[in-house]
Nanobody, 124 residues
Framework: QVQLVESGGGLVQAGGSLRLSCAAS????????MGWFRQAPGKEREFVAG????????YYTDSVKGRFTISRDNAKNTVYLQMNRLKPEDAAVYYC?????????????????WGQGTQVTVSS
């Protein structure tokens, strides 16, 4: 069993930055691919970014490329999402997810564990 706890959300002005963190329990964290997803009101949960088990491969949805960076520290069982140049359309609840595979997937249904989510609000 893996438990994920997100933190770092909040209110920021457009153009600002936030850094989300996701702390994971469990000794097998380092062998899992991790992903960040988001869900805005009335919309489906969407993939934002993913990172392979060893951190060497990352993948982003087009709308955040060049602005968001996903990283992980396996020694700390933590994955991060650095979000720069935030836009109002980035506002959503952001979820951290883990899948018991080493490679990234963009489909939420392929992830086995989820955090409770952290709210990101971007004012224009």
């Amino acid at each position: 069993q893996v438990q994920l706890v997100e933190s770092g959300g909040g209110l920021v002005q457009a153009g600002g930055s936030l850094r989300l963190s996701c702390a994971a329990s469990g000794r097998t964290f380092s062998s899992y691919a991790m992903g960040w997803f988001r869900q805005a009101p009335g919309k489906e949960r969407e993939f934002v970014a993913g990172i392979k088990w060893n951190g060497r491969t990352t993948y982003y949805t087009d709308s955040v490329k060049g602005r968001f960076t996903i990283s992980r520290d396996n020694a700390k069982n933590t994955v991060y999402l650095q979000m720069n140049r935030l836009k109002p359309e980035d506002a959503a609840v952001y979820y951290c997810a883990a899948r018991t595979e080493m490679v990234i997937h963009t489909n939420a249904g392929r992830y086995d564990y989820w955090g409770q989510g952290t709210q990101v609000t971007v004012s224009s």
